[in-house]
């Protein structure tokens, strides 16, 4: 079992639709990762976080640590929201990443 | 400063070559990362530099790989004796480390294929 699951691996979406992608863990933490990768390679951080919740434009992330597991929302999506996202996890006890598969996000027009 | 930038953005070479990839992290980040990014899989960890030390290599990388940063700026990350599979996207971070929240920034990859 790998330790850091996401759901759905796919996702297709009409434009405007709430997005909601979910990450599991089963390893101790000191933070969580999300980020975005476009074709070619690119990746960006969207928001790293311990507790509780972050807003960005569209975006949210919630974390809850008791539970292991975090989901990633998008409200009113856009095409230029397809990508793909990963959830990523600081372990307790050391630097390491440990990076799920990813999501294939795709919002159709 | 303009982000992490890596060099070359691509590289195809013939199995058994040497290969040589640069990352230039963000001026004063003193972690630099290295990932290796197969197709359809997410990045898998290869090895992490505080400044000029070299602190931990992951099981991924074998004796063929080789990863330097040797003032604690730029890092280089060799590969001897390509092999096809060794064909990937290689991804380096760089991150200011402060407490125990340590938000990575990428740099675009590098693709190598390996023939």
């Known amino acids: 079992k790998n330790e850091v699951e996401q759901s759905p691996q796919n996702l297709t979406a009409q434009e405007g639709e709430f997005i909601t992608i979910n990450c599991s863990y089963s390893?101790?933490?000191?933070?969580l990762h999300w980020l975005q990768q476009h074709p070619g390679g690119g990746i960006v951080s969207l928001f790293m976080?311990?507790?509780?919740?972050k807003k960005h434009g569209r975006l949210i992330a919630t974390i809850n640590i008791q539970e292991k597991h975090s989901s990633l929302h998008i409200t009113a999506s856009h095409p230029r929201d397809s990508a793909v996202y990963i959830c990523?996890?600081?372990?307790?006890?050391?630097?390491?990443?440990?990076w799920g598969a990813g999501t294939k996000l795709i919002i159709k027009p | 400063d303009t982000g992490v930038s890596q060099d070359p953005r691509h590289k195809i070479t013939k199995r058994g070559q040497n290969v040589t990839f640069r990352c230039d992290p963000i001026s004063e980040h003193n972690r630099l990362y290295w990932y290796r990014q197969t197709l359809g899989q997410g990045p898998e960890f290869l090895t992490y530099?505080?400044?000029?030390?070299?602190?931990?290599k992951s099981r991924l990388l074998s004796d063929r790989f080789s990863a330097e940063r040797p003032k604690g700026s730029f890092s280089t990350l060799e590969i001897q004796r390509t092999e096809q599979g060794d064909s990937a996207m290689y991804l380096c971070a760089s991150s200011a480390a402060q407490g125990a929240l340590d938000t990575q920034y990428f740099g675009p990859g590098t693709r190598l294929t390996v023939l």
């Open positions: 390893v101790g933490i000191s933070a």
């Open positions: 990523a996890v600081y372990m307790d006890s050391n630097y390491q990443l440990i």
């Open positions: 530099f505080q400044n000029e030390a070299q602190l931990e």
């Open positions: 976080l311990s507790s509780g919740k």
